[in-house]
């Protein structure tokens, strides 16, 4: 069975109940009419127009669509889809049997083994092929694990308290010694193995580290490090806080795993991410995606999902882990994406954190027809079944309008007007309505179109466009049964003059033509300033023709000739020149005898015929 077929077989399952039961939507959804909340006349009920119009809308006129517009929820299937091609486009990699939550890929090198984590324990990068997971306190991050190492972690020394000695060094510096000696004897009692400080008498200048503070948020971090070369200049035996180094090396860290990500030099940001283990935490959100990313672009699959399930399983902002499982339906294979979903928590309503997400392959596979005409992949029918039970429960608008558009590309008129009208149902957005008034107007139910679109022309540009259209067909059609009201004429005027339609204008135009030229001329020479096209610069050679304005003509032609050949059909006709005959003669010039100078009788002569 061809690709689309099987999937139209689904979706049309699931609209054949709507046909077959006309009066699920007889409900009026016009929330700001409350008193006109009433069923409309039978036969609108038929159609699911109803809900749309005014039951005075809905009472003038006849000859609706047999769709009623409402949904019948179809079981949920829980099953186990296997995919095995990746909705984001990448090549197929291998993947291996793996319970939903665990990792379905095939290492590419060898990997640490991930090992439970707290949230607050850093997830380290060990290279870029492997990444190893929270570190053990005490063992090297870098080292490569195998073997024994990966079953059993290494011995952790205590790490030493840190000890405050900010009150024994202000007695050292003002020589108390009383004092010094019981503080000395107060902090061994604490802190048995604590040794004094051996530079304990040296001398040290204080300063103060907020000038460096402020650069450093500033997020100049080269200047941090000029900043402190110079302080210690002044002041050698003064060393910066480890409080201050510490953000000051993640800072630079993190700027390089940022313009790296930037560079799309994948490895580096890998690399770099692995040097600061600090950073790949649930407060580093923007590395840890970085990370992910890069795994994913060198097309380690396997290290890139542990990136994004340790996001899952360990970082609790919603928002956060929903942007997460976004990235990671973008980046890995549908194996990945469908394991990850399962990672997702369960709200109080019962309902599934990432269940939206869910349906984002089925999404872009409907997508993809609707845009190109062709399938790279069809959804199966469990997950079509899933899908259009999802439509129902949460009344998605927008889930329901692109079944609309689906089979609308298919030329499905009906079908795609009753998935239309149930994404009006649960939410009058103009894309929906849209839908219906296309689909009305290719099932040749003009007046039904017209009547809606008047009725929402504005809320949208969209629907205005689609009322021109409406508007401006009835204009320019052959039958006289169509006439346009006066009302309606003077707000499809006002309306294309704001609308700033070509469409319109020009239908206008041809409508005037014969009654009135000269506004036949206004609204044609509107219509190519908004936009050039056949229809409007036809129209004023037209009104230049019947003029006989050839001087008009020719400069229309010249100007759009070459864009628009039917502007060859006009012919511009030149008045003929004068023939010989008809010529006046020119005055000739006669030798005259006369006794005056020659020059006087060529002053008399050139007088003569100014005269």
């Not at 090297?140 to 030493?160: C, D, I, L, S, Y």
Request: aromatic share 8%.
């Amino acid at each position: 069975m061809p690709v689309t077929s099987r999937t139209k077989i689904v979706l049309l399952a699931a609209t054949a109940a709507l046909i077959i039961n006309p009066g699920n939507v007889f409900l009026r959804l016009d929330a700001d009419e409350p008193a006109q909340a009433q069923e409309v006349a039978s036969n609108d009920a038929s159609s699911g127009l109803g809900m749309l119009l005014t039951p005075a809308e809905a009472a003038d006129g006849a000859g609706r669509a047999n769709v009623n517009g409402a949904l019948t929820p179809l079981a949920s299937q829980t099953a186990t889809a296997t995919q095995t091609v990746s909705t984001s486009g990448v090549e197929p990699v291998q993947t291996k049997a793996a319970a939903p939550g665990e990792n379905p890929f095939v290492a590419t090198a060898p990997r640490a083994v991930l090992s439970n984590a707290t949230a607050t324990q850093p997830l380290v990068v060990t290279g870029p092929a492997a990444i190893a997971k929270p570190v053990v306190a005490g063992a090297n991050p870098f080292g490569a694990a195998t073997g024994q190492e990966q079953q059993q972690p290494a011995t952790v020394e205590p790490a030493r308290p840190q000890v405050d000695d900010s009150a024994l060094r202000y007695y050292a510096e003002h020589k108390d010694l009383t004092r010094l000696g019981a503080e000395m004897r107060r902090l061994k009692q604490l802190y048995p193995d604590w040794q004094p400080p051996k530079d304990l008498f040296s001398p040290t200048a204080r300063v103060d580290e907020q000038p460096l503070w402020d650069v450093y948020k500033s997020g100049d971090f080269a200047m941090v490090r000029a900043r402190i070369a110079q302080m210690q200049s002044a002041n050698p035996q003064w060393q910066p806080s480890d409080d201050l180094m510490l953000k000051l090396q993640l800072g630079e860290t993190r700027a390089l795993v940022n313009r790296a990500f930037a560079q799309r030099n994948w490895k580096q940001v890998v690399e770099s991410a692995a040097a600061s283990p600090q950073l790949l935490v649930c407060g580093e959100m923007q590395v840890m995606w970085n990370v992910g990313e890069s795994f994913a672009q060198m097309k380690n699959y396997a290290d890139a999902f542990d990136v994004y399930r340790y996001v899952l399983t360990h970082c609790s902002d919603p928002q956060l882990r929903l942007s997460t499982m976004q990235k990671a339906t973008q980046l890995l294979p549908a194996a990945g994406t469908q394991s990850l979903l399962a990672l997702g928590k369960i709200g109080p309503d019962g309902a599934q954190e990432f269940e939206e997400i869910a349906f984002d392959a089925i999404r872009h596979q409907l997508g993809a027809f609707i845009q190109n005409g062709d399938f790279a992949v069809t959804p199966s029918e469990e997950d079509l079944n899933r899908y259009v039970d999802y439509v129902n429960r949460k009344q998605s608008a927008a889930d329901a309008d692109l079944i609309g558009w689906y089979f609308y590309a298919q030329q499905e008129w009906k079908t795609a007007n009753t998935w239309f009208l149930e994404a009006a149902k649960f939410k009058r957005d103009p894309k929906s309505i849209e839908g219906v008034i296309l689909t009305l107007r290719n099932m040749d139910q003009q007046a039904d179109a017209l009547k809606i679109a008047q009725r929402y022309l504005k809320t949208a540009p969209e629907i205005a466009r689609q009322y021109i259209e409406i508007v401006s067909s009835q204009l320019t059609a052959a039958d006289t049964a169509t006439q346009v009201k006066d009302a309606d004429l003077e707000t499809f005027e006002t309306l294309v003059t704001e609308q700033k339609s070509a469409l319109g204008a020009q239908a206008l135009g041809w409508k005037y033509l014969d009654e009135n030229r000269a506004i036949a001329r206004t609204w044609f020479a509107q219509s190519v300033k908004w936009q050039p096209t056949e229809g409007g610069v036809l129209g004023m050679a037209v009104v230049a023709a019947r003029a006989k304005d050839f001087r008009a003509l020719q400069s229309i032609k010249t100007e759009y000739g070459a864009k628009f050949e039917k502007l060859s059909e006009f012919e511009v006709y030149k008045p003929r020149k004068p023939s010989a005959a008809r010529r006046s003669p020119r005055p000739r010039v006669y030798a005259v005898k006369d006794s005056r100078p020659r020059r006087t009788l060529f002053n008399h002569y050139n007088a003569s015929r100014k005269g």
